[in-house]
């Protein structure tokens, strides 16, 4: 699609966009502060007309709770939360459909409303933003009620002269890390942001094996779980000798090698392989990527026992390799999971409790008694045909119903 190897970044994603600035050699960089002060300006407008949440109770409706299929009962939302109490409660009817908790996109590059909407009316609650240039843009995401919910990783780190320092240097060079010297600063100035996470890129050329597991040492010190992009098998190794917390993505070259599988499952190391975005990546590129390799790579890892996270990388930007859009592409997720050897069930823990579970989340991810009211109703049984997960009847967020119309307009509805 780009003649430019340079364009074939997903981590771009967020960089680029069509309200932006130019850079010397064509692309462009999201203007940060105006997207944020947008963001920022519908959050006051949206509170504005919120309504006094009511009480709802979907009665008879199997549930999967984030663990396993429960059988059918009664889920009360109560406020932003699930309750117990269902007097004066608005009943609905849920035979023959199940109740799943809201999805967990495990790596995304939300933006703007437009893409917490999409998430949102897929049934997405929460969303993991995995390159965060601007904590302020990022912050303007979070805390609009009835969208998901976001946490946030900081800058990517990542070396001069490599495919993502390329992005770094356009949007601030000094962000660039050379070598383990410039780690300690590097790693000041991120925790001064409170990141949810540490993100950092394994590529060739790239971060020295030595600067990672320095990254790695000092966010652990920080109290920071790491996030590492790895989508070669080169890669793949540095992430596991550095030990990081989640490998994210797949090798498009090679399978990993059964002795890389025994040191991530030795380590308790988490992948996040976002099978979509491998995907369409060798779509467009299919002489010089091989898509075969992540789905044997992500075979071998079910097989070891891995836990293995949902995720997408969606983004909507045109000069990265592949669009992924926001939302449905986490149930084009949950079936190229399946393909690759989950069981459904499996699928669905990968996209709820898991997350919820390997970042720490106090809520999210599960359906009981006193958690947010984050889930959504399908027609059918995903458990029986994993497709069934795009049947969306209702969608909920924190309480709130969000309503999706048929031609594509969106709206929160309050109750
Ligand atoms: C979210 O917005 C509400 C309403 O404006 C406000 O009371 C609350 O403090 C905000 N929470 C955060 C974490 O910003
Ligand atoms: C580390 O990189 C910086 C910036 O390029 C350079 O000034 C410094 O000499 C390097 N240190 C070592 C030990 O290589
Ligand atoms: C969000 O960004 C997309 C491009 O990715 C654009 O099409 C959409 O209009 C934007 N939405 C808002 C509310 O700015
Ligand atoms: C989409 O449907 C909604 C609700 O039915 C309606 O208000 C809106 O005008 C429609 N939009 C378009 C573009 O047809
Ligand atoms: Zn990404």
């Known amino acids: 699609m780009h003649g430019n190897p340079i364009y074939y970044i997903f981590l771009s994603a967020v960089l680029l966009a069509s309200r932006s600035i130019s850079c010397h050699n064509g692309e462009e960089i999201l203007d940060y502060a105006s997207v944020a002060a947008q963001n920022n300006q519908a959050r006051?407008?949206?509170?504005?007309?919120?309504?006094t949440q009511r009480k709802v109770a979907i009665h008879n409706v199997r549930v999967f709770d984030g663990h396993k299929l429960q059988d059918p009962s009664t889920v009360i939302i109560e406020g932003a939360f699930i309750g117990r109490d269902d007097r004066d409660a608005e009943h609905i009817d849920g035979n023959g459909a199940t109740l799943l908790p809201g999805l967990i996109d495990a790596h995304c590059h939300p933006s703007n409303l437009t893409h917490l909407q999409d998430l949102a009316r897929f049934g997405v609650t929460t969303a993991f933003v995995m390159a965060c240039y601007s904590s302020e843009m990022c912050k303007s995401l979070k805390n609009h009620s009835g969208l998901p919910d976001t946490l946030r990783s900081g800058d990517p780190a990542s070396a001069p002269g490599s495919v993502h320092g390329t992005l770094t240097a356009m949007v601030d060079p000094t962000l660039l890390i050379s070598n383990q010297s410039q780690v300690p600063s590097w790693m000041t100035r991120q925790l001064a942001s409170n990141p949810d996470y540490i993100k950092i890129i394994a590529e060739t050329p790239g971060l020295d094996q030595q600067t990672l597991d320095l990254l790695v040492d000092q966010s652990h010190q920080g109290g920071k779980k790491v996030v590492c992009h790895a989508s070669a098998l080169a890669a793949y190794s540095q992430a596991i000798m550095a030990n990081v917390d989640h490998i994210h993505h797949a090798p498009l070259d090679t399978a990993i090698t059964s002795d890389m599988v025994q040191t991530i499952l030795y380590q308790h190391q988490v992948v996040t392989p976002t099978l979509t975005m491998?995907?369409?990546?060798?779509?467009?590129?299919?002489?010089?990527?091989?898509?075969?390799?992540?789905?044997?790579?992500?075979?071998?890892?079910?097989?070891?026992?891995?836990?293995?996270?949902?995720?997408?990388?969606?983004?909507?930007?045109?000069?990265?390799?592949?669009?992924?859009?926001?939302?449905?592409?986490?149930?084009?997720?949950?079936?190229?999971?399946?393909?690759?050897?989950?069981s459904n069930l499996e699928a669905l823990q990968a996209a709820t409790s898991l997350p919820a579970k390997y970042f720490g989340l106090h809520d999210g991810g599960v359906i009981a008694l006193g958690k947010r009211a984050d889930f959504f109703l399908v027609e059918g049984n995903p458990l029986e045909d994993i497709k069934a997960t795009r049947n969306i009847k209702t969608v909920w967020l924190a309480g709130i119903e969000y309503a999706a119309r048929s031609n594509g307009t969106v709206t929160g509805v309050e109750r």
Not at 44 to 51: I, L
């Open 44 to 51: 006051s407008v949206h509170q504005g007309d919120r309504h």
């Open 278 to 342: 491998m995907r369409a990546i060798a779509e467009n590129e299919p002489e010089t990527r091989n898509f075969q390799a992540a789905i044997d790579s992500v075979s071998m890892l079910i097989n070891a026992g891995i836990p293995i996270l949902a995720g997408t990388d969606a983004n909507t930007q045109p000069s990265v390799p592949a669009m992924v859009p926001f939302g449905i592409s986490m149930h084009d997720e949950l079936e190229n999971l399946v393909t690759s050897g989950l």
